[in-house]
């Protein structure tokens, strides 16, 4: 990371402790809901199948960084389904460099080649060991494997949604991110369990369980992108929500943390490791600051 988006993301996580500021820094564009899986554990692809165009993208974009927005996810759906005429995701990866964004991340399924130097984090969905994650998502495993292989460029970072089907297979995931080429870190969250999912989720016993592997994975040179801190907060469902810092828009509607906070309820049960991260280190909690900075300035 650059000196000075160091130095900006310092200025507003102080500014946000000291005066408990609400504004955002993190902001999500959904480019589209449309994508080539169906996943077991997915809520939300192909309810419209829009591809989103490009005015109204570049629009969306625009509104996020006049809220104050820093650090840009792209999602999906499929992002690099999204396609409007010449332009590709690629492209509005580098509009956003250009428009002032400091961190640009985007989100995919990993089953598209992968070329995308200009992102900070490509966040790949990997969801266990190759039989676990087929049986999630369908018979991808070795394209994705393969595709990662060929990749431009080493800013992929696994993103592994741990529920009963793969919960025994989070330390095959961490192995895949520590010994595959152009993988940076692994990035974990627990099943948030939407009401057409809910037999997905962990129980707290198990979601220790899960903890106590990645913390061995993390002795063991395991490049975890997460906090060991949040931890416990994650594993009782203890930490704030939502989080006032995070904004997502899709087809023009904004929503505060995710679009899942119009889900009743859902936010006491959320598994979003970012969302136990992010807020309790906007309300001070010295430990989560210190490993927050570790991580960060090791990853991107
Ligand atoms: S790839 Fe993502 S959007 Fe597509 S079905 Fe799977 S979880 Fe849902
Ligand atoms: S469930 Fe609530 S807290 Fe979790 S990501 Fe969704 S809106 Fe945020």
């Known amino acids: 990371m650059k000196l000075s988006s160091f130095l900006y993301f310092a200025g507003f996580g102080i500014k946000t402790v000291l005066l408990r500021q609400k504004k955002p820094i993190l902001g999500t564009v959904i480019l589209t809901d449309k994508c080539n899986l169906k996943c077991k554990h997915c809520s939300v692809n192909n309810i419209t ?12 974009m625009q509104i996020l960084y006049d809220m104050g927005v820093r650090i840009l996810f792209f999602c999906g759906g499929e992002t690099f389904m999204w396609n409007d005429g010449e332009k590709t995701l690629r492209d ?10 400091l961190i640009v991340n985007t989100v995919t399924n990993g089953t598209f080649p992968i070329d995308l130097p200009e992102a900070d984090l490509i966040l790949l969905s990997l969801d266990g060991d190759r039989e676990r994650h087929n049986i999630i998502r369908g018979n991808t495993y070795d394209t994705i494997i393969e595709n990662i292989n060929k990749a431009t460029c080493d800013n992929i970072c696994l ?28 990035s974990f969250n627990f099943h ?21 592997v990645i913390k061995e994975m993390i ?35 904004i929503s505060t943390c995710g679009r899942c906070i119009e889900v009743e309820g859902l936010c006491r ?10 807020t309790l280190l906007f309300r001070g909690n010295l430990r989560i600051i210190f ?10």
């Open 269 to 278: 049960e959320c598994g979003y490791f970012f969302v136990a991260e992010y």
């Open 291 to 300: 490993e927050m900075l570790k991580t960060y300035l090791k990853y991107i």
């Open 219 to 253: 002795k063991e040179g395991a490049p975890v992108f997460n906090l060991k801190s949040a931890f416990k907060y994650l594993i009782n469902n203890s930490f704030p929500t939502p989080c006032h810092q995070c904004v997502v828009i899709e087809d023009g509607k």
């Open 49 to 60: 199948a829009k591809i989103h165009p490009y005015s109204q993208i570049k629009k969306e």
């Open 92 to 101: 509005l990866v580098i509009e956003a460099k250009e428009m002032g964004f």
């Open 192 to 212: 948030t369990p939407y009401p057409d999912t809910c037999e997905l989720a962990l129980t707290k016993e198990e979601k220790s369980a899960c903890c106590d």
């Open 159 to 186: 993103y592994m949604a741990i529920n009963q089907i793969n919960k025994n297979t989070v330390k095959d995931v961490c192995l895949t991110a520590r010994d595959t080429k152009n993988i940076r870190a692994v």
